[in-house]
């Protein structure tokens, strides 16, 4: 731990796609900051956007921190656009390092697509009156950021810093930490400055809460879930009274719906994988020699192809992932059309169709009619031609009348006499 004379930094690292995910961690780090007595909480920032929700609940957990937060978008290459933009002007520093970009922040679908115009202008008036208050209040230009909004300006870190869009520009974050220390009354109850030897930067290590959100969050694990809950329900179907397949399943299909909820997804790419499952179940119903499987098998092939809108930075799903999960998936589904085209086809072991056919022990017996132990039940019995049976006699069952099994002797007990 730093001295208590030295200039604590709290570093929170944050790259990836605004989501629940982004603002549990943002309400982490402002929490652990101000419980520890950190005197900034800085934030490295590389974000493509984001869901507008959690944007409004990074920039509430920023706005309502008791610790200053810097901003700054880098390393080079990183951006700041569409949800980082709004991030950038909340921040009480704002900064970026040379060859990164910030702006593009008009509103748009959760597939990367327009807007209709009522809802969009609603949207944009939205967003304007809340960037405008947060630029006004650390008195950065307000003009660009409605430009950002309104035309989806977009503008590299130079012109950023001339356009007084950012506050400093730093390649690294010490030498953003050094500026500030090299300014006046930059932060409060900072006024006369501090040298480099005089500040510690200390990572931020998120809790288990953030943790499992970014977990279940990566589409390829909420792509597992869908599929794997789908399994589940179909093998509980097929096998009603294992239980634990039925219940996996529900909980990982709970668990993907909430992740497809928040990310970028497909509509027609989630119906695509349903109707594969709906096909399975048709199997068990409808005699197609394997032909509404392999109607399955592409429906869930296609389905997993598309799920996941690609572009930038949005990769969409492997496709070595999307055929070992389909083909693994399939395999599940398709043992289980198995076993219950088994169980259809199987002889009954019990009811009338059951008896015809099976052994049963002659336990009381006089003339041609006695009683026979059968599939742990005594039974009334006769002879189809009238002879007499031995007690202990093994015999098979011809036919099924009613209460009265019609029986031919197998197997002969020597030595027991008939009963009287």
Request: charged share 15%; with cysteine.
């Amino acid at each position: 731990m730093p001295s208590e004379n030295k200039f604590r930094v709290l570093a929170l690292e944050m790259e990836a796609a605004i989501s629940p995910a982004e603002a549990e961690l943002m309400a982490q780090a402002t929490a652990a900051a101000a419980e520890d007595d950190y005197d900034l909480l800085l934030v490295r920032l590389d974000t493509p956007g984001g869901t507008v929700e959690a944007t409004r609940g990074i920039l509430k957990a920023i706005l309502n921190s008791t610790v200053p937060v810097a901003v700054w978008v880098g390393p080079a290459g990183a951006r700041a656009a569409s949800a980082g933009v709004f991030i950038v002007a909340a921040g009480n520093i704002a900064a970026m390092a040379p060859q990164t970009t910030i702006g593009a922040a008009t509103p748009v679908g959760m597939g990367g697509e327009d807007v209709p115009e009522t809802m969009a202008r609603k949207a944009i008036n939205d967003i304007k009156s809340m960037v405008r208050g947060m630029a006004q209040a650390h008195g950065r230009n307000v003009d660009w950021y409605m430009r950002a909004v309104e035309e989806s300006d977009s503008i590299t870190a130079q012109e950023a810093l001339q356009l007084k869009v950012v506050d400093i520009l730093a390649s690294t974050p010490e030498q953003l930490i050094e500026a500030i220390g090299s300014r006046q009354k930059i932060l409060p109850g900072w006024e006369s400055g501090f040298s480099a030897e005089e500040y510690a930067i200390e990572e931020f290590a998120p809790g288990w809460r953030y943790r499992l959100l970014a977990w279940l969050l990566n589409p390829q694990v909420a792509y597992f879930l869908l599929l794997g809950g789908m399994a589940g329900l179909f093998f509980e179907f097929v096998s009603p009274g294992a239980f634990f397949p039925g219940v996996v399943g529900g909980i990982c299909l709970l668990l993907a719906l909430y992740a497809l909820s928040i990310l970028s997804t497909n509509v027609a790419g989630i119906l695509l994988l349903l109707l594969g499952l709906v096909f399975f179940f048709l199997e068990l119903a409808f005699i197609s020699h394997g032909l509404l499987s392999v109607a399955g098998i592409l429906a869930l092939f296609i389905g997993s192809a598309i799920l996941f809108p690609a572009g930038p930075g949005e990769p969409g799903l492997p496709f070595a992932t999307i055929v070992v999960t389909v083909g693994g998936v399939a395999t599940i589904l398709g043992f289980g059309v198995y076993l219950a085209a088994k169980a259809q086809i199987a002889k009954p072991a019990s009811g009338r169709e059951g008896l015809e056919g099976s052994i049963a022990t002659v336990r009381h017996w006089r003339g041609n009619r006695g009683q026979v132990f059968a599939h742990g039940e005594l039974w009334s019995a006769r002879t189809a031609d009238g002879s007499a049976l031995n007690v202990g006699d093994t015999v098979r069952i011809q036919r099924v009348d009613g209460l009265l099994l019609t029986v031919e002797r197998v197997e002969s007990s020597a030595g027991v006499d008939q009963l009287d």
